[in-house]
């Protein structure tokens, strides 16, 4: 994995201010004539804004949240609170164990994260994924008992950084 840049080396670059990094002067007046004062980065297709960083593109809420908190632990990542992947405000990155705030699978049959359709039982399984593992809150006969389930099990296990399907649908993911 390539080393993400110090604090010290992307305030070099940009600035912060309410979620956007803006590229400073640098000195280097073809550089500085195209880029400076201009907004970094670009979003990408999967709603992440990215920029270039010495041939490498690094995620800008990444950047942000180094700038402002240092490097960020091994095996931790960098989550947006209210799933808006384009909302770089400090205050809605947090550091979690893992992707706790997925967004449901396209191919889910329930609608309900977590909940699937099992044809062997002909009941609706409940189940919460955790750093590669899958946790088990059982059978159902009705949908709503294995959403009931599952949200439960989803709170022993990701505790605040538990996202619900409920929560997932009003914010519009």
């Not at 590229?23 to 670009?42: E, L």
């Not at 990215?50 to 180094?66: E, T, Y």
């Not at 609608?111 to 062997?120: A, L, S, T």
Request: charged share 30%.
């Amino acid at each position: 994995m390539t080393r993400e840049p110090s604090p010290a080396e992307i305030n070099a670059v940009v600035y912060y201010e309410d979620g956007v990094l803006t590229w400073k002067n640098r000195g280097i007046s073809k550089v500085d004539k195209q880029f400076a004062g201009k907004t970094a980065g670009c979003l990408r297709p999967d709603g992440y804004i990215a920029l270039a960083w010495k041939g490498k593109h690094i995620l800008a809420h990444r950047l942000i949240w180094i700038m402002h908190n240092g490097a960020i632990p091994d095996g931790l990542f960098i989550d947006h609170i209210n799933r808006d992947r384009k909302d770089n405000r400090l205050e809605n990155l947090r550091l979690c164990s893992n992707n706790c705030n997925a967004k449901l699978r396209i191919d889910n049959s329930s609608k309900i994260k977590g909940v699937c359709w099992d044809n062997q039982r002909n009941k609706w399984k409940a189940r919460v994924s955790y750093k590669g593992r899958q946790f088990h809150a059982g059978f159902h006969v009705e949908l709503q008992d294995a959403a009931d389930a599952v949200r439960i099990k989803r709170e022993q296990i990701h505790n605040e950084f538990a996202a619900h399907h409920d929560l997932l649908m009003e914010a519009g993911h």
